[in-house]
């Protein structure tokens, strides 16, 4: 019986080492596959699919093709997104698909503004934007943490947030689109070329003066020329810039040029010498791309972008031109849904009302104020 119960202690000793190796082995097994998810997935973009049936009548004339548009969404500006998805979904026939890309505390909010109104039938993914992918790329100053707004970055992980696509358009919330957004997408791109965007010496954008920057509209108002490293480029300081508000991308050629890996190589090393122009014109988004696509892009038609509407509170454009527009722009500090900006009214046509009651318009509540 000593020898039976000695057999029992080694068998029970032998399953609990085996059990311990398979333990150790499936925990190295889900290590790996969660290294095989991250890795595939460099952004921890995590998509929440909506994407409704093609409808019946493109199904019909045959106009399936999938177009992709890419907007970021911010809590803040979600009136703006919707009222810009809005546009463009009722001035096509073409099959539009809206990668929404925001942060994950404003999906909830999102998802109600889309199925309670009249965008409902409107096909779209919801992408999860993760800020952690812009650690050691921006400088975050202290006194001005809430001044960065990782969606803006958004623009830089394009193949990510849309991997099937090979084109896309991109586009900032604070537009309007006039026209059917086929004719945009189909902006022929040069071979070797992986954007189009509008230039800002194009004869539909005014020169906008910046108080010491000198120009909005050439490389000097971004890039300070003081900087080694940008005189190094010999990039010409007059050089026309470009408006990264709305541009088309073909991602196939994005990738095989690494675009992303090159902006991130440029922001990287701004943090570390502050190569920027100190009294930058506009964002810190732009910079990268200028210096990425130097002499390097195709143009986008200038009536696709038609912009500074945001930029005085004063009408720059006459009606006639604006109806003429394909695509408005309020970029600058007065945004259609705020107090003061040119051409609301058309902006206001196109927005959809929160049924939350979250996002409000304060031009209506200063006008109302106004009037008494």
Same mark, same amino acid.
């Given at each position: 019986?000593?020898?039976?119960?000695?057999?029992?202690?080694?068998?029970? +000793?032998?399953?609990?080492?085996?059990?311990?190796?398979?333990?150790?082995?499936?925990?190295?097994?889900?290590?790996?596959?969660?290294?095989?998810?991250?890795?595939?997935?460099?952004?921890?973009?995590?998509?929440?699919?909506?994407?409704?049936?093609?409808?019946?009548?493109?199904?019909?004339?045959?106009?399936?093709?999938?177009?992709?548009? +890419?907007?970021?969404?911010?809590?803040?500006?979600?009136?703006?997104?919707?009222?810009?998805?809005?546009?463009?979904?009722?001035?096509?026939?073409? &099959?539009?698909? *809206?990668?929404?890309?925001?942060?994950?505390?404003?999906?909830?909010?999102?998802?109600?503004?889309?199925?309670?109104?009249?965008?409902?039938? $409107?096909?779209?993914?919801?992408?999860?934007?993760?800020?952690?992918?812009? /650690?050691?790329? $921006?400088?975050?100053?202290?006194?001005?943490?809430?001044?960065?707004?990782?969606?803006?970055?958004?623009? *830089?992980?394009?193949?990510?947030?849309?991997?099937?696509? /090979?084109?896309?358009?991109?586009?900032?919330?604070?537009?309007?689109?006039?026209?059917?957004?086929?004719?945009?997408?189909?902006?022929?791109l040069k071979p070797g070329h992986a954007a189009a965007f509008s230039d800002d010496c194009d004869s539909t954008t005014n020169k906008v003066a910046v108080r010491g920057a000198g120009n909005q509209y050439n490389y000097l108002g971004?890039?300070?020329?003081?900087?080694?490293?940008?005189?190094?480029?010999?990039?010409?300081?007059?050089?026309?810039? *470009? &408006?990264?508000?709305?541009?088309?991308?073909?991602?196939?050629?994005?990738?095989?040029?690494?675009?992303?890996?090159?902006?991130?190589?440029?922001?990287?090393?701004? +943090?570390?010498?502050?190569?920027?122009?100190?009294?930058?014109?506009?964002?810190?988004?732009?910079?990268?791309?200028?210096?990425?696509?130097?002499?390097?892009?195709?143009?986008?038609?200038?009536?696709?972008? $038609?912009?500074?509407?945001?930029?005085?509170?004063?009408?720059?454009?006459?009606?006639?031109? +604006?109806?003429?527009?394909?695509?408005?722009?309020?970029?600058?500090?007065?945004?259609?849904?705020?107090?003061?900006?040119?051409?609301?009214?058309?902006? /206001?046509?196109?927005?959809?009302?929160?049924?939350?009651?979250?996002?409000?318009?304060?031009?209506?509540?200063?006008?109302?104020?106004?009037?008494?």
């Amino acid at each position: 019986s000593s020898k039976f119960s000695v057999n029992i202690s080694i068998l029970i +000793v032998a399953v609990i080492i085996f059990l311990l190796v398979l333990h150790h082995n499936f925990l190295g097994l889900s290590d790996f596959l969660r290294q095989e998810l991250s890795d595939s997935n460099p952004l921890g973009l995590q998509p929440i699919d909506f994407i409704p049936a093609v409808p019946q009548r493109l199904a019909d004339e045959g106009n399936d093709k999938e177009i992709s548009v +890419v907007i970021a969404a911010s809590d803040e500006r979600l009136g703006g997104a919707i009222a810009a998805m809005n546009s463009i979904y009722h001035n096509t026939r073409s &099959n539009v698909v *809206f990668h929404i890309v925001t942060l994950n505390d404003t999906v909830d909010h999102l998802r109600l503004w889309l199925s309670k109104t009249a965008l409902k039938n $409107v096909r779209y993914r919801i992408l999860d934007f993760d800020p952690r992918v812009l /650690e050691g790329k $921006v400088q975050v100053d202290p006194q001005k943490a809430d001044a960065l707004k990782p969606l803006t970055f958004a623009r *830089f992980y394009l193949p990510s947030l849309v991997p099937h696509a /090979e084109k896309v358009i991109y586009m900032d919330d604070d537009v309007i689109v006039q026209d059917d957004i086929l004719e945009l997408y189909n902006t022929p791109l040069k071979p070797g070329h992986a954007a189009a965007f509008s230039d800002d010496c194009d004869s539909t954008t005014n020169k906008v003066a910046v108080r010491g920057a000198g120009n909005q509209y050439n490389y000097l108002g971004f890039l300070d020329y003081k900087k080694e490293t940008i005189r190094k480029l010999a990039m010409k300081a007059n050089t026309c810039s *470009f &408006n990264p508000g709305v541009f088309v991308a073909n991602l196939t050629e994005w990738k095989l040029q690494n675009i992303t890996q090159q902006l991130e190589k440029w922001m990287a090393l701004n +943090v570390a010498e502050e190569l920027y122009s100190r009294t930058l014109a506009g964002s810190i988004t732009t910079p990268p791309l200028l210096i990425v696509f130097y002499k390097q892009h195709s143009s986008i038609d200038p009536m696709w972008n $038609v912009r500074h509407l945001g930029s005085s509170a004063g009408k720059r454009y006459s009606p006639q031109f +604006v109806k003429a527009a394909k695509l408005l722009h309020w970029n600058g500090h007065f945004k259609p849904w705020g107090r003061t900006a040119s051409y609301a009214e058309v902006w /206001e046509k196109w927005y959809i009302p929160d049924p939350t009651g979250k996002f409000s318009l304060i031009r209506r509540r200063s006008e109302a104020y106004e009037a008494m």
